[in-house]
């Protein structure tokens, strides 16, 4: 069953806190909740479906249920790590296809910055069973992100310029993001010049860490027919999983390669037809991943393909994270997901900021990378229209 | 942990070869009996084929480097690995006693190990 067209994405919100001092991550999911319900003119009563993921205390969906008042019928907890929320949207849209619910609530929250939350890591009760052949090392989000970057740059001739690149374009549209952490525009200097943190990756070809939170809301044609809202349509959807492989390991592709071949299978739609782009960009090295294995170029040409600007609204070929993004607006609960989404669907409904508008938006994607890119990861992808 | 008779309790009875080989610094690895592969981490399920057909093997401990890093503003900085053993799988490991800015992808290292959170682990030096 293809599930192409049979759901709106009719409410977004995101939290404007980058530091939630004194704010409970709880309140953090009901006011991003409350947001998204009331962008999409619908209230607490007709929720049916509720999605959230490790992000959320206790046992998440029971929890998070309980302190909303929520009356679902359909519950996802699905975790695969920062690209949770793009799932969700895909099982969403699943579970209103199905009939097994109408209006989806699909809800995030963290506090890495004041909670004092280890970034990039959900609490674990029980340790998983690499841990004892692993942990040893000290693998670290950071190091394991730059062993990706290491080999692409052996592999393909990757240079730290061109993943720079990638640091200017989100910059370049953060500075007019008035809730972006960082609004300076950097130059590809500044990138390269900044202290290696992991080999081979700088400080600034990391993402920031901040408090904060998102929601979406999504529903079913009828209900989307309803609302005085623009008619966000999901196209295609697809997700995947790669891992280690029992030690046969290639950190050059990620399961991206397979979540967006299903995903433009399903929205019938090329590559080129794509205006706006969403990238989980936790780091430059995972944006550019991203790009060749989604088939915006070819494995090995991401370098060349980001460099000189080409990601920059007005500018480049392929408009990417014209809210800042993960590298300068935000990246609540370390988990980049959530604020792809939100902003490919501010990009549909014309509602971007206009210095960064693409023009004629109605085709836009957004993909996600969980986890860890060179170990076990999650990818996720969704195209939209506006109709 | 500790059982009624005073005695450390097992936590995973399967793993016993790996961690008994690995104190006597012997790094094993599973290979299945039914599709042949070798794989590492160790389990007893194959990962490839899910037989539960698998015998421990020896690694001769020789390998290259597969990708590097090292975590600069750890205190002190440390190198991360990815190495691939001579043997065919890639794991994760340490590089330790090495020049760090002379470590390089393909280079040749070999294994030796370390006691790390309480147990020996097996990591890597320049060959």
Redesign the interface.
Known sequence: MSISGKAFIAGIYEHPTRKAVGIPIAQIHAEVAHGALEDAGLGLDDVDGYFCAGDAPGLGGLAMADYLGLKARHIDTTETGGSSYIVHVNHAVEAIAAGHCNVALITLAGKPRTGGAQPGRAPMAVQP??A?????????V???Y???A??HM?EFGTTAEQLAWIKVAASTHAQHNPHAMLRNVVTVEEVVNS???????HRLDCCVISDGGGALVVVSPDIAAKLNRPHVRVLGTGEAIKH??????D?TYSAGVWSAERAFEEAGIKREDIKYVSLYDSFTITVLMQIEDIGFCAKGRGGRFVADGNLIAGEGRLPFNTDGGGLCNNHPGNRGGMTKVIEAVRQLRGEAHPAVQVANCDLALAHGTGGLL??RHGSATVIMERV | MADSNGKPAVDDIA?EPYWHAAAQGRLLLKQCGACD???????PL???CMSDDTNWVEASGDGTI?????????DPP?A???V??NE???????IVDCD?DALA?DQPVTLSFEE??G?P?P?FRPA
């Open positions: 069973p690499d004892a052949f692993e942990a040893p090392f000290n693998p670290t950071l190091n394991i730059a062993m990706c290491q080999r052996y202290p290696i943190v992991a080999d081979p990756l280690m492989r029992g030690g046969d390991v950190i060179g170990t | 793993l592969k070798i794989y590492y981490y160790p389990r194959c990962p490839f597969y990708s590097w890093s090292v975590q600069r503003r750890a440390y991360i690995a990815f691939t053993l065919g799988p890639t794991l994760l490991s340490a760090f992808i790390r959170e147990r682990a990591v």
